[in-house]
């Protein structure tokens, strides 16, 4: 959109990796400083205001590849990322363990975050029939075979129920978790996903508008009782 060439997946890593460095030396008590990096050559560097407080922004890497794992694991405070190849709740534990088992090892700590889908309707069956309607049987097949093609998935790579899974959660919302039922199901398994140690959500629908409130007016409320959100007061309508 800039103009600007993209590099190649490794490289903007490496880019990402020096720019992230160089904000870090401008956060800290340094006043004056240099860099000479592949990327970036700095002299005389001083950057002010510092940050409040002697502490620094809290950093996250959004990344789904190994190498932007592994950038998250090395430099930040969390990570957010989506499990590529299809997501199930035992899929979202072993993501989530395998993540901080890694950082860990490199003798840091590290908050996962992922994204969901929700459909969530007064009844279970309500928004399982919502949930075939608008994901299975109105999804825009094409738009999805596109988006799996840029990505080299094809029918050619997989075989046909892999594809066909796959294919079926690129349709959900462009591959979240699906959370489908009824407010107290919904609910449940938010907290279900909190136990299995993971930091937070993000969450779409089909149509927010419509969908947003009544999220907010029953599930909200229900995960505050359950103790994964500080009361608000007035309904606890408020992200």
Partial sequence: MFGATLRDHEARYEYAQEWLDIVKLAWSPREDFDFDGSFFKLRGVR????PYGGTRPLIMNAGASVTGQAFAIRNCDALFST???GISFK???RHISSVRAQALQAGREIDVYTVGVVTCRPTAREAEDYYRHAVVDNADWAAVDNILAMKNVTPQM???EEFQR???HQANGMGGLPLVGDPDSVARDMARLAALGLKGIAVSFVNFLDELPYFCAEVLPRLTRSGLRASHGAGDEVF
Wanted: proline share 12%; aromatic share 6%.
């Fill in 91 to 93: 899929e979202t534990a």
């Fill in 166 to 168: 796959i294919r079926n």
């Fill in 158 to 160: 997989y075989a046909p």
């Fill in 47 to 50: 950057a002010k205001p510092k």
């Fill in 83 to 85: 499990i590529s190849r």
